[in-house]
């Protein structure tokens, strides 16, 4: 059934399974408007009262009557999450991690989107680039908000430069401030990417692009500022020039000037730097209060910060259980390997094994802190932090998600685990949920090869505080 929306699952107790409908069947409309991709299927079943043609295996229609409350799901999983397919990105970015890519790993990741309707569905930035008046009006109409776009910069062609746009496409495409004036004067509320390139877009051209995005109305909520990746596979592209220490704090400083402009104008601080900057500079990450809710964490900017707090809220939580445990004026009990008496351990209850906490380099020194106040909070708690280089992309690609199972394995080979010894390793690094890394090695590989238990936790500092903590 090409060209529909096939159905893959029904979910369980939903309007829909309770309709008949089955995994196979296709919708063909929804209250007689086609569905062609899952922008009509979210608009259309918003309605209180819907009419559903369903085409099943067999070839026979029929139709699925409903009334439901605005908010209710019908049930459906579609086969294909746009219904239609992704769309490929037309660019050739100076800064494509994707172009950096080395050969022979699996085919899906060679695959670049710049899918606006990937944007609202799962968060993903997008250029515009392949975005006509058409899919903007769509857009407004359907009330898809917030649209996710990598700005980079407003000088049309300093940025046709930067997306390696062709003649074919020429300034016009590249143009960027008209669209997002377009979805924000509608209400559509818009979150801006700069990718950071050394002697493209930085200094005064990053000052300009400011101004522009500052003049926006309200609707354009919030800029983040993140460095170039590069990897070592840059044979072939563009030479980009990668942040030292000094470039990232003049970045930082000059960020920092635009917060403060920005904080009078708009209320807020408008522009986030990524944390890598931080890193980078050598200096320590804001607070939480920094980012101000948070508006672009999945872009890197705040994660270090929300990972302290919620460490900060796990390690309170597990003082208040060892205090309930250990009432004031009686003794807690030693641990079983340790001569020292606990105050935050409950009794019978022994020290977990010794904790290996295997990170990208970028978060380690946030890691032995972290160690630290756990160390001082269960004495005799044996945690031990281990940086690892990136050797699959290069020392410059310092992040944690894009660790590889291989870097894993080559810096664990060099350390002599206790008989006990936990391994823990951030969810981050394996493909959304999997336990496969980037380059295809699995966690049950990983285990087999060290012959030491190793344990995947959420990239949240409460689980990771329970984690480390549990016997």
Known sequence: MSGFAVVKEVVKGSIAEEGGVRPGDALISINGEPIRDIFDYRFHTSAYELELLFRGADGD????????????DVGLVFENELIDGQRACVNRCVFCFIDQLPKGLRGPLYFKDDDLRLSFT????????????DELARIVRYRMSPVNISVHTTDAALRARMLGLGLGLGRGSAD?????????????????????????????????????????????????????????????L?????????????????????QARFSESRGSRFVYPADE??????????????YEGFPQLENGVGMLALFLEEFRAGLR????????????????????????????????????????????????????????????????????VVPVRNAFFGGQITVTGLLTGRDILDRAKKIKFPKNARIFLSKTMFRYGSDVFLDDFTLEKLR???KVDIIAVENNGRDFVRAVTQA
């Open 61 to 72: 229609e029929w139709i699925l009557d409903v009334g439901k409350s605005e908010d209710e």
């Open 277 to 290: 900057f931080f890193v980078l500079a050598g200096r320590r990450a804001p607070g939480a209060r920094y």
């Open 122 to 133: 799962n968060g993903n930035y997008v250029t515009l680039t392949n975005a006509g008046q």
């Open 238 to 258: 563009p030479p980009l020039a990668p942040f030292g220490a000094s470039d990232a704090a003049a970045a930082l400083r000059q960020l920092a000037g635009w």
């Open 176 to 236: 960027i401030l008209p669209k997002i004036r377009y979805l924000t004067d509608a209400g559509i509320a818009v979150n801006a990417q700069i990718v950071l390139c050394k002697g493209y877009n930085d200094g005064e051209s990053l000052d300009r692009t400011l101004a522009d995005l500052g003049g926006v109305n309200a609707f354009l909520t919030s800029v983040s500022v993140v460095p170039s990746g590069l990897t070592r596979y840059r044979e072939t």
């Open 448 to 450: 087999n090869e060290l």
């Open 317 to 384: 939580a597990l003082k208040r259980r060892a205090t309930r445990a250990c009432p004031s004026g009686s003794p807690a009990p030693s641990p079983v390997h340790s001569p020292a008496p606990s105050p935050l351990r409950p009794p019978a209850l022994v020290l977990p094994p010794p904790a290996f906490l295997f990170t990208g380099e970028a978060a380690a020194g946030m890691l032995e802190s972290c160690a630290d106040a756990l160390r001082a909070a269960v004495p005799g708690l044996a945690v031990t």
